[in-house]
């Protein structure tokens, strides 16, 4: 079953703990502080992997969450830091926010391993918290929590030529004549139901892989048929194959079939519809061909299009093609060589913000301190603990807080609020 869209959620690990721990050894018995720092919680990665084709294995699990860091120990002993988690998808794979839409990575290169989502720090055992003062901290930092995410996957298949065309006018067959492909070929509408790729060897060091894109009829750009659905996978191809039926087999005429899929891809995508086109007369081994073969060739020439006569039923034509679009390919990836490497979107990392930023507002008759560095640190503190308390009034006194809240004339008694903290405000 070919699967090319899943949601998935992705959670890095927590933090662990910092721990508070003392010496306590023979013959020393005023041992300092030895709390160990927590590990860090493994981080989530994506490896592109070539061996995958669909998002298929993202049907059966759809939760991916990296194990956390272990807590500090004595002696000043960090914990282990939890094992980070590989989710393997195929090339061509994006990544999007599954709330906003947005692109947050554009997977393509393969076997690449991409961080996505880096895992929560650990947090400080009691020996950092040590000062001339403070000779015996007995508190410490909580891990940070791993970051969480809900992501849409969605596949774009990566191929150098596209197959576009009307349902039966032989896509299926061309594949599996070029190459080692072996699509389901019939002849009634909608036989491909899924898109198949193929590669196309000529000889050693000549190959590229090419597409047969089902389903584009008119309207497909709004969802008719099965258009919506694929028209995204040859968006990334460097060369569209545009095939369509000589003979009329289905009483079609092969001009309007031409000028309705193209105005199909505009419609869809500009960038789409520019891309360079060959047109290609398929069944030409049918008499009924004859009569169209010259009006095709003016549309193209009209178009400055590339125009090739073939038959994929009995092979006529297709290595001329195939050895075209070979050589049109090679001269495409020599003038452009950036477009090897595709610009990779890596998650924002969440940054440290400095405590002394803040600011201080009035809700009603409480005043509000806001700063997102002050808000970090209390998330990482235990504040039942005594000590933690006279640590943050030593910081609020050392980052100017108290002198802040002097100079907007707060009356004493009044409630000020940080986070889970509250305090009655005293001159």
């Known amino acids: 079953m070919f699967i090319d869209r899943a949601s998935i959620y992705v959670k890095s690990g927590d933090g662990g703990d910092g721990v508070v721990r003392f010496r306590r050894e023979k013959y020393v018995p005023a041992g300092g502080p030895a709390g160990g720092d927590g590990g860090r919680g493994g981080s989530i990665y994506f490896l592109v992997d070539e061996g995958l084709s669909t998002l298929m294995d993202f049907r059966y699990r759809r939760k991916f969450i990296a194990s956390s860091g272990q ?10 830091d939890g094992d980070d988690l590989e989710i393997k998808v195929p090339p061509g794979t994006l990544v999007k926010d599954a709330k906003t839409g947005k692109v947050l990575l554009d997977l393509t290169i393969p076997n690449s391993r991409v961080l996505a989502l880096p895992g929560g720090r650990g947090g400080r055992g009691n020996p950092h918290f040590t000062t001339a003062t403070r000779q015996a901290p007995s508190f410490a930092e909580r891990g940070e929590p791993g970051q969480e995410l809900w992501v849409q996957l969605e596949l774009k298949l990566l191929a150098d030529v596209g197959l576009v065309g009307y349902p039966n006018v032989g ?3 061309l594949l599996s ?10 002849n009634y509408p909608f036989t491909t139901l899924t898109p198949n790729l193929g590669v196309v060897s000529l000889e050693p060091g000549h190959a590229f892989v090419i597409a047969d894109i089902p389903g584009l009829i008119e309207g497909a750009h709004t969802g008719v048929g099965l258009g919506m659905e694929f028209l995204r996978h040859i968006e990334r191809t460097r060369l569209i194959l545009h095939l369509v039926d000589a003979a009329g087999v289905d ?8 000028a309705k899929i193209n105005q199909e ?3 869809y995508s500009e960038e789409l519809a520019d891309c360079p086109q ?3 007369a398929n069944k030409a081994d049918l008499p009924e061909a004859s009569e169209n073969l010259e009006r095709l060739e003016e549309l ?5 299009q590339e125009f090739f006569i073939v038959s994929a039923a009995t092979s006529q034509g297709t290595a001329a093609l195939m050895r075209r679009c070979d050589l049109l390919i090679r001269e495409m990836k020599k003038a452009a060589p950036a477009a090897e490497q595709v610009q990779q979107l890596i998650l924002p990392k969440e940054e440290t913000p400095p405590v002394d930023e803040y600011t201080i507002v009035r809700d009603n008759e409480d005043y509000v301190i806001e700063g997102a560095g002050l808000d970090r640190l209390l998330r990482r503190l235990d504040l039942n603990n005594p000590d933690t308390i006279v640590y943050l009034q030593n910081l609020f006194e050392k980052i100017g807080l108290y002198k802040s809240l002097a100079e907007m004339d707060i009356p004493e008694g ?3 609020r940080l986070g889970e903290l509250e305090f009655e405000y005293m001159e």
């Open 300 to 304: 193209a020439n009209a178009n400055k």
């Open 251 to 258: 009483g079609r005429d092969p001009v309007d079939d031409y």
């Open 265 to 267: 891809l505009r419609l």
């Open 71 to 80: 807590a500090g120990q004595s002696k000043k002993m960090a914990g282990k």
């Open 414 to 416: 009044a409630t000020v």
């Open 171 to 173: 896509k299926s067959t």
């Open 278 to 280: 060959i047109l290609v």
């Open 177 to 186: 004549v070029v190459s080692a492909a072996r699509p389901k070929v019939a």
